[in-house]
C-alpha cells in the first residue's frame, strides 16, 4: 500500500479514521495515526463543541441577567447572580464526569429530585467550575487554530 498523500511512499500504517496509508512522515506528525483530512475533521468537531458549550454558558448568563435585574439591589449582588447562572453548565460539566451510573435506576421522582440537587451543586461549584472551563476552551481553540494551520501548509 503507498501513502495517500505521497504516493511515491510506501504506508506505514493506516489512518485510524478512514484508514488511508501513511508514510512515516504522516506517521510521526501528530500522537495518534490520522491523515491530514480527518485529523481537521476531529479539531472542527472539538471547535464546535467549544462554541456549543459558549453558547449554553451565554444562555446561563443571560437568564442570570435577567433575575439579576428582577430584584437584586446592588450591582455585586447582580453579578454574582449572573455570574452563578453562567457557571451551572460548567459545573453540571464536572458533575457528569464524577456522578456514578447508579442513578440509572431510579424512578421518575427520583430523577426530578436528582436533577433539581445536581442543578443547585452545579450553580455551586460553577464559580469555580466557569473560569477553568473559559481558559481551556480559549486554549483549546489556540491550539486547533494553530493544527489548523499546520495542516494546511501540508496541502
Known sequence: MKCYNHPERDAVGTCVD???GLCQEYMDLWTIPVCA???LKRWQATKHE????????????IIGLVFAFQGYNGL???IAVIWMMAGVYPGWKMLTRITPNVFLI???IGWVL???IKFFIAMLIGWICLPIRLFKNIRTLKEA???????????
Open 18 to 20: 478512514c484508514g488511508k
Open 37 to 39: 483530512d480527518c485529523n
Open 50 to 61: 467549544v462554541f456549543k458549550e459558549f453558547a449554553i454558558t451565554a444562555v446561563f448568563a
Open 76 to 78: 455585586f449582588n447582580a
Open 106 to 108: 431510579l424512578p421518575l
Open 114 to 116: 436528582y436533577f433539581f
Open 145 to 155: 487554530k494553530k493544527i489548523e494551520m499546520a495542516i494546511a501548509s501540508l496541502k
